[in-house]
């Protein structure tokens, strides 16, 4: 197994609990932190397969553990279906499109829609388009998702137009909608052998400091208004945006 020195194991186990911390309070963006943090230290490539383990774990963890699991399951389950139709589509055209234009369109739709939610003219579903929504949106995610990874930006456009969402039940069902982008996307590494025997036992552990910073973060959740919650979420969605801009330009 590849050795690694005292200081980049500090680094990055300081970087996964961040990882948790803020996904335990909002609800995303484990990633979006820790794997910018974690490539300061550490190959890129491996950075992203290190997450594999956590993700899914944080999620099923996320999704049981909110109480809302039959609930969401039941009003966006044609959103998780999609999900996992969008994903398969995106990972079968992975060879034949630029993946740098797509993520630069997306990553302006992505800013611009973060943008306008924070307006006065933010999008708001009628209860009678939220699933014809949802439906699109989980398309687009598995697409996006399985072309670049980037599984997020698409699902919280959509679920912070739903005006009946709070910060529960917004955590409960991006948790349980990300199983159906993590589950997939980690049984193709296993797939292709790019999660490694190796890696499999460096991702598991990863997994403890990413629950430790996830159980503090669920703390803070509680301390956070809805107000400020959503505020959070829109800042999260403009990282994400700016992240695939970059990915796409550098």
């Not at 490539?39 to 553990?65: D, S």
């Not at 014809?132 to 995610?141: K, N, R, T, Y």
């Not at 292709?192 to 890696?199: C, R, V, W």
Request: net charge positive.
């Amino acid at each position: 197994m590849q050795e690694f020195d005292a200081l980049v194991i500090a680094w990055c186990t300081f970087a996964l609990f961040c990882g948790g911390l803020i996904k335990g309070t909002l609800g995303v963006g484990t990633p979006l932190l820790t794997v910018p943090l974690m490539a300061l230290v550490l190959p890129a490539q491996m950075a992203v397969i290190l997450m594999a383990v956590p993700v899914v774990v944080a999620n099923v963890w996320q999704a049981f553990k909110a109480g809302r699991l039959q609930a969401a399951a039941i009003r966006f389950w044609p959103s998780f279906v999609t999900i996992l139709v969008g994903t398969y589509v995106g990972v079968t055209i992975l060879a034949t499109i630029d993946e740098q234009a797509l993520l630069l369109v997306v990553g302006a739709v992505v800013i611009a829609s973060a943008i306008w939610q924070s307006s006065s003219y933010r999008l708001s579903l009628k209860p009678s388009l939220e699933r014809p929504a949802g439906v699109i949106f989980g398309l687009a995610s598995g697409i996006v998702g399985g072309l670049s990874s980037m599984f997020g930006p698409m699902l919280i456009i959509y679920l912070v137009s739903i005006p009946d969402l709070d910060k529960e039940r917004f955590v409960a069902t991006i948790s349980f909608l990300y199983i159906a982008c993590v589950v997939p996307w980690t049984i193709m590494l296993l797939w292709f052998g790019i999660l490694d025997q190796q890696l499999i036992v460096l991702s598991a552990l990863a997994t403890v400091p990413v629950v430790a910073g996830l159980v503090v973060g669920e703390v803070l959740r509680k301390r956070v208004s809805d107000s400020r919650f959503q505020k959070l979420i829109l800042i999260v969605l403009l990282l994400s945006g700016a992240a695939m801009l970059w990915r796409a330009l550098v």
